[in-house]
């Protein structure tokens, strides 16, 4: 495996106002290009902090953090904002479509936002939307799918501006078992087809057994760090 690490942190503090002690107390992890991370924990750990610090949603208050071999811990909000636009992708657990567009409208959204001319944007979302299995709803709205559906347009938004980095929050945890196999059969072949670095936060152990590697957190400190089984991956 290559000795470069797309995502390096060194010593992440997270300091809340009126809060006694860090969210996040000192936390160091890198993640090697292509590897699927889970990042586990209970409640309280600091793993979704982690997760908005990862993916440039918030800044860490002392510490270094480095994607894709640049310090992108002391960018500014707009700054990180264009590093979300062009480097990362997110699927959320509640999907974050938004109501009143079609299936078409949300996955090119990002590509929208990006720059992207219409025909080209529209061009690759189709091929996305086919993709995730789900051509024949085009142009349906959010309300119109079911809750497997609504994933896979989440996850087709999130990988249509091509990201190198694919932050994944709890994205089988609203779905029942079978469809949540799915959805995950479906990350993995994104990850394969897209040479894809995936983290993944996750309670289900079934998820985590995806993974190359389990990263556990509690009260905002990596307590472990290794390898998983990784048989479906």
């Not at 959010?142 to 809750?147: D, I, K």
Request: charged residues 25%.
């Amino acid at each position: 495996m290559s000795d470069f690490s797309i995502v390096e942190a060194d010593g992440i503090v997270k300091e809340f106002p009126n809060m006694s002690s860090p969210v996040l107390d000192g936390v160091s992890i890198d993640v090697k290009p292509g590897e699927i991370v889970a990042l586990m924990g209970p409640s309280g750990s600091g793993k979704s902090t982690l997760m908005n610090i990862l993916g440039c949603l918030d800044g860490p208050t002392r510490g270094a953090y480095s994607l894709g071999g640049r310090d992108v811990s002391t960018l500014t909000a707009r700054e990180r904002a264009w590093v979300r636009l062009h480097y990362i992708g997110f699927v959320f657990q509640s999907f974050h479509l938004i109501s009143d567009h079609t299936v078409l409208e949300n996955v090119t959204l990002p590509l929208y936002y990006a720059g992207v001319d219409r025909r080209e944007r529209e061009a690759r979302a189709m091929e996305l939307i086919e993709r995730v299995g789900l051509g024949h709803r085009l142009g349906h709205r959010p309300t119109q799918l079911s809750g497997g559906e609504k994933q896979r347009v989440a996850i087709a938004r999130a990988v249509s501006g091509e990201p190198r980095l694919l932050l994944a929050d709890e994205p089988t945890g609203a779905l029942d078992t079978r469809t949540g196999n799915e959805v995950m059969e479906l990350l993995l072949e994104l990850h394969e087809a897209r040479a894809l670095t995936l983290i993944i936060v996750t309670h289900d152990p079934e998820v985590a057994e995806y993974c190359h590697r389990k990263i556990c957190l509690r009260d905002g400190k990596v307590v472990s760090d290794g390898r998983g089984h990784a048989e479906n991956a």
